[in-house]
């Protein structure tokens, strides 16, 4: 079975630039997930989908952060315009369960965000 | 808000010593899972723990779920070199799951 695909795996961009994510999750998924993490320390939620639908975008910093999961299968993550503290590695993530549940989820490579 | 302190925050071992590690939080969990990180790929899934007091292994691997729901630790027996990696702690609580900073484990043949 394919794992959780991302890509690019590493993009260095300038401030004020933008820049975009693509995530493919496992197939059957309906959970997906994405998550920063800076380095040193663990993963941080941005925003779950079900299907299409948001469920949690609590932590995704909406003035310069956006994503989408067109037909509920690959998703894109956004960020436009990139800062320096946006400098981290982009987690995506897939579990086979609805929202709310305790299924396990399986992690994409990340993608290296290195903003100059 | 809600602490999570994830200690050590990296260890050196010689190869077939055992590693223990643990999280504690400031907020009741009703799950703790353990992950396994290793350089430029994304976390796995090494243990998960549903009921406090609970005590699973896993091959090499052990973890306890805390009587308070507050904590976890991990313990890891006879250390390899492929043991080498990052370890969070993620307790997680109607799909509210945090991430602790992290054990970094150096394994020295």
């Known amino acids: 079975e394919a794992g959780v695909a991302q890509s690019p795996r590493y993009k260095i961009i300038e401030k004020r630039q933008s820049v975009a994510f693509w995530c493919n999750p496992i197939?059957?998924?309906?959970?997906l997930y994405w998550y920063q993490q800076i380095l040193g320390q663990g993963p941080k939620l941005l925003i779950q989908f079900q299907n299409n639908g948001v469920v949690d975008d609590s932590q995704l910093p909406k003035d310069r952060f956006s994503a989408e999961r067109l037909k509920g299968v690959d998703s894109t993550l956004k960020i436009q315009p990139a800062k320096l503290e946006d400098s981290a590695v982009y987690l995506c993530?897939?579990?086979?369960?609805?929202?709310?549940?305790?299924?396990?989820?399986?992690f994409g490579p990340g993608t290296r965000l290195t903003v100059l | 808000g809600q602490q999570l302190n994830q200690s050590p925050q990296s260890m050196f071992i010689q190869e077939g010593e055992d590693v223990s590690m643990n999280c504690t939080s400031s907020s009741i969990f009703n799950t703790w899972l353990w992950y396994k990180q290793d350089p430029g790929e994304g976390p796995v899934l090494l243990i998960a723990?549903?009921?406090?007091?609970e005590l699973t292994s896993n091959g090499r691997l052990t973890a306890q779920f805390g009587i308070t729901r507050k904590d976890s630790f991990l313990n890891i027996s006879a250390s390899i070199p492929s043991d080498v990696g990052i370890y969070f702690c993620a307790p997680y609580n109607n799909n509210d799951m945090r991430f602790g900073a992290g054990t970094r484990l150096t394994v020295k043949p």
């Open positions: 993530a897939s579990s086979l369960g609805l929202a709310f549940s305790t299924d396990t989820q399986y």
């Open positions: 197939s059957g998924h309906a959970t």
């Open positions: 723990l549903y009921k406090a007091g």
